[in-house]
C-alpha cells in the first residue's frame, strides 16, 4: 500500500509512528491546508514522505494508490467520492460519512469502480471484540447492554469560549452522537444488528450534542449508549443477561481488558489486545485486504458501516439535530 494522508490532525499525529510498524504500507505523501502547509511539510520531513501539498488534487494526481482521509466530518464523503472515481481505495476516519444517504452513495460506488473502502473504526479489529462476540451465548439471554463513553473535551473550554470548533459545529456535521458515541454504537451494532428502534436525548448547547444518550431497543431487550465530550467519567461496558455478564473497564475505542463474571460464581478474564497501539490492528487488515483481494471481509465491515450509519441518522433525527447535508 502507497497511503497518502489527508488532513494533519492530531488523529494523523497519532497514527504515522503507528503506520511505520505496519508490513506492506508506505506513506507517500500528506495533504494540509494552505494555513497548515508548514506542518504537512514538517510531518513529510519527520516520517520521510516524498510529498507534502495544500492542494487534495496534486495528493490523487501522485503515485498514491490509497488514501486516508482525517478531516473535519462534513468532508468525509466529498474527499472519499473524488478518490474512489480516481480509482483509489480509500480508508475514511470514523463516521464514513455525515448520514445514510452519503454512505449508501459512496460505497456503492467504491464497488462500482473496483476499489476498496474502508471505515477507520478501532473497535472491531481488537481480539477482545471478537472473544465478547465468542462468548455471548454463554451469558445466556441477554437482557440489557450499557456503554458509556464520556471524555472531557479539551476543546469544549475553547467552544464555550466562542471559537468555532468542528467537533462542536453542527455545520461539520460534528456533535458527541458523531464523535464518541458513534463507538458505542458501533459495539452494539456489530454485537447485536440494527435494532427495532432508537431514540435520542441530548444535552444541547448552540445547536449541537455536546453529550447524550441512546437507547436501542432490540427485541426482549435494551442497550443505552451514553457519550458526553462535557464532562469526564468512568468507561463502562456491560452487556447482561440471564447467566451472567461481560464487563469492560476502558474506552471501546481501545476495547480493553473482558472479565465475565457468571451467576454461579465463576470469573473468566481475557486481554488479547496485547501491546499493539489500537490503531495497529485495523491498519493491518486493511493492507491484508487489499493484498489478497478480499472484498467478501471488506463488504461485511461496510455493511456494518452502513447499519450504523442508518442507527446515527434516525437518532439525530429522534433529537432533532439537522446537518446541512441531510437538506441536499
Known amino acids: 500500500m502507497k497511503l497518502g494522508i489527508v488532513g494533519t490532525g492530531t488523529i494523523v499525529e497519532e497514527v ?67 478518490a474512489v472515481l480516481r480509482g483509489k481505495h480509500v480508508i475514511v476516519e470514523k463516521p464514513m460519512t455525515a448520514n445514510e444517504r452519503q454512505a ?29 462476540k465468542e462468548q455471548l451465548p454463554t451469558i445466556g439471554k441477554i437482557k440489557m447492554a450499557v456503554c458509556n463513553f464520556s471524555q472531557y473535551s479539551r476543546k469544549y473550554d475553547r467552544f464555550q469560549n466562542g471559537e468555532n470548533i468542528p467537533v462542536f459545529d453542527a455545520k461539520q456535521a460534528g456533535g458527541a452522537l458523531m464523535d464518541l458515541n458513534l463507538y458505542n454504537i458501533q459495539y452494539l451494532e456489530g454485537f447485536f444488528g440494527e435494532p427495532q ?34 464532562c469526564q467519567g468512568q468507561p463502562e461496558y456491560r452487556i447482561e ?10 474506552p471501546c475505542n481501545v476495547c480493553g481488558a473482558v472479565t ?40 461485511e465491515m461496510l455493511d456494518h458501516s452502513l447499519a450504523v450509519s442508518r442507527i446515527l441518522t434516525r437518532a439525530r433525527a429522534d433529537a432533532g439535530i439537522v446537518f446541512p447535508c441531510d437538506e441536499n
Request: charged share 25%.
Open 260 to 299: 465475565i463474571h457468571y451467576r454461579d460464581g465463576r470469573e473468566v478474564s481475557y486481554d488479547g489486545n496485547g501491546d499493539a497501539h489500537r490503531m495497529y490492528a485495523e491498519f493491518v487488515s486493511f493492507v491484508n485486504e487489499i493484498a489478497s483481494k478480499d472484498t467478501e471481509t471488506c463488504y
Open 16 to 82: 504515522l509512528p503507528v503506520l511505520k510498524q505496519v508490513k506492506g504500507l508506505s506513506c507517500y505523501g500528506i495533504c494540509g491546508t494552505k494555513r497548515s502547509e508548514a506542518k504537512a511539510e514538517k510531518l513529510k520531513e519527520q516520517y520521510q514522505m516524498k510529498l507534502a501539498v495544500s492542494d487534495y488534487e496534486k495528493l490523487l494526481d501522485s503515485e498514491i494508490d490509497t488514501v486516508y482521509i482525517a478531516v473535519p466530518n462534513l468532508l468525509h464523503f466529498e474527499m472519499a467520492k473524488e
Open 197 to 230: 428502534s432508537v431514540h435520542y436525548t441530548a444535552n444541547m448547547e448552540k445547536g449541537i450534542d455536546t453529550s447524550g444518550v441512546a437507547i436501542l431497543s432490540y427485541p426482549g431487550f435494551q442497550a443505552v449508549a451514553i457519550g458526553a465530550k462535557d
Open 241 to 250: 443477561g440471564s447467566e451472567g455478564y461481560i464487563a469492560q473497564n476502558s
Open 104 to 132: 449508501e452513495e459512496l460505497c456503492a460506488l467504491a464497488k462500482k469502480q473496483g476499489v476498496f473502502l474502508f471505515e477507520a473504526i478501532t473497535t472491531r479489529y481488537q481480539s477482545n471484540y471478537q472473544f465478547i
